[in-house]
């Protein structure tokens, strides 16, 4: 019973491709959340939702476009890939409503990206 | 300037020593969050600990224990007699109530602990 999943674990792809990786959590919680680690494993947050609305856009390009059907599910599609985009994605959840950050953040295992 | 200073890079130790990772935050919040969170080889993010801005009791959970001491704006990890599993990178985390539109988990850049054999 994974509490929060990312499909696919691995993602090899060509620069110039669309892309989407899938998240889901089964923890009712309200507020998701796209982070990206890169080599240096620095943790930098993209996006966050809370209960399917935006409301962290973490100045991050407009090729990447998250999309949150329900509250369970936050996706990330990726247009044009681009070498730099090669990372470590990973998808987070926690109960907070979005008003402040006061729990604790659950994570998926991650996706890593290699754009070649 | 950066508000979350994990000023160790990396660690190496010998197993059964204890360890300590120190981790320093800066805000001007009266209330506000402090986290931390393992890495380890897999590449998983593992949840260790929160702790409130009005909660200066130290933590222990096994092996593992925290110093939270808002005067001098420190909340380090320690590990007692370390163990190989323990290697990891871990990450310290701060979180501002006042934050407004910036609602996000400020992170360190993470300490990367080797436990030799």
């Known amino acids: 019973d994974t509490a929060v999943s990312q499909t696919p674990k691995y993602l090899v792809t060509q620069m110039g491709n669309d892309k989407s990786i899938k998240c889901e959590q089964n923890?009712?919680?309200?507020?998701m959340y796209w982070y990206k680690q890169d080599s240096k494993k620095f943790l930098k947050i993209m996006f966050s939702?809370?209960?399917?609305?935006?409301?962290i856009n973490e100045t991050v390009p407009n090729r990447f476009s998250p999309k949150s059907p329900d509250k369970a599910h936050l996706n990330l599609h990726i247009n044009s890939l681009e070498l730099g985009d090669s990372a470590v994605y990973f998808c987070?959840?926690?109960?907070?409503?979005?008003?402040?950050?006061?729990?604790?953040?659950?994570f998926g295992p991650g996706t890593r990206l290699t754009v070649t | 300037a950066q508000k979350v200073t994990q000023a160790q890079t990396e660690i190496s130790v010998v197993e059964k020593e204890d360890v300590t990772l120190d981790c320093v935050y800066e805000t001007r919040d009266t209330t506000y969050y402090l986290f931390w969170y393992k890495q380890p080889p897999s590449g998983e993010l593992v949840f260790l600990i929160r702790r409130n801005s009005f909660d200066e009791q130290n933590e222990i959970s096994g092996r593992y224990s925290w110093n939270f001491q808002k005067s001098t704006s420190s909340f380090n990890f320690t590990i007692t007699a370390s163990q190989v599993v323990d290697s990891a990178v871990y990450f310290c985390?701060?979180?501002?109530?006042?934050?407004?539109?910036?609602?996000?988990?400020?992170w360190g850049l993470g300490t990367s602990l080797a436990v030799n054999p």
């Open positions: 987070a959840s926690s109960p907070d409503m979005g008003l402040a950050i006061s729990y604790e953040q659950y």
């Open positions: 985390a701060l979180s501002e109530t006042n934050a407004g539109n910036n609602r996000k988990l400020i």
């Open positions: 923890l009712g919680h309200d507020t």
């Open positions: 939702y809370n209960n399917k609305e935006l409301i």
